[in-house]
């Protein structure tokens, strides 16, 4: 069936460092992909998304590529800073209604 | 302007009582969720309703009980709380234009069973 593996954390980084969170991906078809950042004590809001094969998305610094071949959606950012501390969620939307989730990815960054 | 809302965003109870969450979203989608992240920040699908009907009805404790007076509004009402149950819950919203389209998610409900 469809699912998401996701790295697991928990991340902990200086700030500047560069950030990787990978994600790979089971599904059958041409499922949409996102990231997803949970801030301490909120919800989750949308990262950015990609919706076909070799598309990158980006927002606020973070990109992620749709890799087909691969089967993978990695999250990057070249220099994080303290207010990236939060816990990214990997998800894909195959046709259909229902999202799947990864577990979560834990980054806290140090000044 | 919140997109989705929730009510109560706290919730301290005994077990044994009966309580309910409440979900509202003013994006008109046609499709909502809840959603059970534990203390590990796991995210669990429990239901979804698209257009009042249920379409996603995960392996929940019949406890639990969903309701959809109409397709802005998707409540939860838990029976006989148990210690278990304690967990942040997410109402969550989406539209039907296609798979590219994103969830939307309220700012989640703080349960805690005592």
């Known amino acids: 069936g469809d699912s998401v593996t996701q790295m697991e954390g928990p991340v902990t980084l200086s700030e500047e460092a560069f950030l990787t969170i990978n994600c790979t991906y089971t599904?059958?078809?041409?499922?949409?992909l996102f990231w997803y950042v949970q801030y301490p004590g909120e919800g989750l809001q949308l990262l950015l998304k990609?919706?076909?094969?070799?598309d990158k998305g980006s927002n606020k610094g973070f990109e992620a590529t749709y890799r087909k071949e691969t089967t993978s959606f990695h999250l990057e950012k070249g220099s994080v800073q303290v207010s990236d501390s939060a816990v990214y969620f990997c998800?894909?939307?195959?046709?259909?209604?229902?999202?799947?989730f990864g577990t979560g990815t834990s980054l806290t960054v140090i000044p | 302007d919140t997109a989705v809302s929730q009510t109560p965003k706290y919730l301290v109870t005994q077990m044994g009582n009966d309580k309910s969450i409440k979900c509202e979203q003013n994006?008109?989608?046609?499709?909502m969720y809840w959603y059970k992240q534990d203390s590990k920040k796991f995210l669990k699908i429990m239901f979804s309703?698209?257009?009042?009907?249920?379409?996603i009805n995960e392996t929940v404790p019949n406890r639990f009980s969903p309701k959809s007076p109409d397709k802005a509004h998707l409540n939860l009402h838990i029976n006989s709380l148990e210690l278990g149950d304690s967990a942040v819950y997410f109402c969550?919203?989406?539209?039907?234009?296609?798979?590219?389209?994103?969830?939307?998610f309220g700012p989640g409900t703080r349960l805690l069973v005592l």
């Open positions: 969550a919203s989406s539209g039907r234009a296609g798979r590219w389209e994103t969830q939307y």
């Open positions: 599904a059958t078809g041409y499922p949409s």
């Open positions: 990609a919706t076909k094969a070799d």
């Open positions: 998800a894909l939307r195959p046709t259909g209604n229902q999202f799947y």
């Open positions: 994006l008109g989608h046609d499709t």
């Open positions: 309703y698209n257009n009042k009907e249920l379409i």
